[in-house]
């Protein structure tokens, strides 16, 4: 429903009341066959981030700074997929695809929050392997639990930042009489090319703040993992080496997805208006990589696979203990 408002003769805005989120196209087939990808993607990125969460919050030898960021990351992807996932898994059998104005404000803030979140986390992560390994008799007092926190509320506080630029920049734009946004959740592109007013600052915003978050921890993860390859190469320990490598090869593979779509999406200037590329991108990047981070780092990690057969072992006492 939208309220037309005649600015002059030539152009005429209008209150945009809700959006439809066309989504994908095809006839009830194809849907049917995105449906159940949707909810594989996503029952398994559910699955695998809890399981994350629920193992190192119960082993006590998990409650190192590593592992208290890699759960901090498996919340994050976790909330980051729920945010996306369930209204897009409800379009695929709806008519009308309908989404609030203020759901659509409400789901763009939060995507954009929790997804700036995630690339200044990586980097922390990037930061913590660095003085690890760099620097491990200054580690216990440099990566103190105090510093971790503050560390991983500085990723929340960069990622709000952003999403509040974002968010309020777009929403405040007029918005045409179409109200179909080519996607199937609400981002910053597709909705500038509804806007009838210029999309200019917004698209500069886009690529610069963008552009700036994805270079710059970027950057910080190239410049951490140089130092830790130097002083890898230097130790004499083959197995010690093997260690470190397997760690952060599985931080290296996390990065590279996530940064990859990401600067693909929305770090280049022709980002806004390849929409149809831009869909296949999105699912990779908000429902793909959320299921992939926890498989990478459990599968790729000694620590946690021991910690997971710790926590079947526990489970099969208590059970028997039960009977």
Same mark, same amino acid.
């Given at each position: 429903?939208?309220?037309?408002?005649?600015?002059?003769?030539?152009?005429?805005?209008?209150?945009?009341?809700?959006?439809?989120?066309?989504?994908?196209?095809?006839?009830?087939?194809?849907? +049917?066959?995105?449906?159940?990808?949707?909810? +594989?993607?996503?029952?398994?990125?559910?699955?695998?981030?809890?399981?994350?969460?629920?193992?190192?919050?119960?082993?006590?030898?998990?409650?190192?700074?590593?592992?208290?960021?890699?759960?901090?990351?498996?919340?994050?992807?976790?909330?980051?997929?729920?945010?996306?996932?369930?209204?897009?898994? +409800?379009?695929?059998?709806?008519?009308?695809?309908?989404?609030?104005?203020?759901?659509?404000?409400?789901?763009?803030?939060?995507?954009?929050?929790?997804?700036?979140?995630?690339?200044?986390?990586?980097?922390?992560?990037?930061?913590?392997?660095?003085? +690890?390994?760099?620097?491990?008799?200054?580690?216990?007092?440099?990566?103190?639990?105090?510093?971790?926190?503050?560390?991983?509320?500085?990723?929340?506080?960069?990622? #709000?930042?952003?999403?509040?630029?974002?968010?309020?920049?777009?929403?405040?734009?007029?918005? #045409?009489?179409?109200?179909?946004?080519?996607?199937?959740?609400?981002?910053?592109?597709?909705?500038?090319?509804?806007? #009838? =007013?210029?999309?200019?600052?917004?698209?500069?915003?886009?690529?610069?703040? #963008?552009?700036?978050?994805?270079?710059?921890?970027?950057?910080?993860?190239?410049?951490?993992? =140089?130092?830790?390859?130097?002083?890898?190469?230097?130790?004499?320990?083959?197995?010690?080496?093997?260690?470190?490598?397997?760690?952060?090869?599985?931080?290296?593979?996390?990065?590279?997805?996530?940064?990859?779509?990401?600067?693909?999406?929305?770090?280049?200037?022709?980002?806004?208006?390849?929409?149809?590329? =831009?869909?296949?991108?999105?699912?990779?990047?908000?429902?793909?990589?959320?299921?992939?981070?926890?498989?990478?780092?459990?599968?790729?990690?000694?620590?946690?696979?021991?910690?997971?057969?710790?926590?079947?072992?526990?489970?099969?006492?208590?059970?028997? =203990?039960?009977?």
């Amino acid at each position: 429903m939208a309220t037309p408002v005649h600015r002059n003769a030539s152009l005429s805005a209008v209150f945009v009341q809700e959006f439809v989120l066309v989504g994908f196209g095809g006839g009830a087939e194809t849907q +049917a066959l995105l449906f159940a990808v949707f909810l +594989a993607l996503y029952m398994v990125s559910i699955l695998g981030n809890l399981t994350m969460i629920v193992v190192i919050t119960l082993d006590a030898r998990l409650h190192s700074p590593m592992y208290f960021f890699l759960k901090n990351l498996s919340f994050v992807d976790l909330c980051y997929s729920s945010v996306i996932a369930p209204k897009a898994l +409800a379009n695929f059998f709806s008519t009308s695809k309908v989404i609030s104005f203020e759901g659509c404000a409400t789901q763009l803030f939060f995507f954009s929050l929790l997804a700036t979140t995630e690339a200044f986390l990586l980097a922390v992560m990037a930061y913590d392997r660095f003085m +690890a390994i760099c620097s491990p008799l200054r580690y216990p007092v440099t990566m103190c639990s105090t510093t971790c926190a503050h560390l991983v509320l500085g990723t929340y506080c960069g990622g #709000c930042l952003n999403s509040i630029v974002q968010t309020s920049l777009t929403f405040q734009l007029p918005f #045409c009489s179409s109200n179909r946004i080519d996607h199937f959740y609400c981002d910053v592109p597709p909705l500038l090319q509804l806007a #009838c =007013g210029s999309t200019a600052l917004n698209e500069l915003l886009l690529f610069g703040l #963008c552009g700036f978050i994805i270079v710059s921890t970027t950057l910080a993860v190239l410049v951490s993992y =140089g130092y830790i390859t130097v002083t890898i190469l230097k130790m004499h320990s083959g197995s010690g080496r093997h260690k470190v490598f397997s760690t952060c090869g599985s931080h290296m593979m996390a990065v590279s997805l996530f940064y990859g779509t990401v600067f693909v999406m929305y770090a280049q200037p022709g980002a806004v208006a390849s929409m149809a590329q =831009g869909k296949v991108i999105s699912v990779f990047y908000t429902l793909v990589i959320p299921m992939l981070n926890p498989l990478i780092y459990s599968l790729r990690n000694k620590d946690v696979k021991d910690a997971l057969q710790r926590l079947r072992h526990r489970h099969s006492l208590v059970q028997k =203990g039960g009977k």
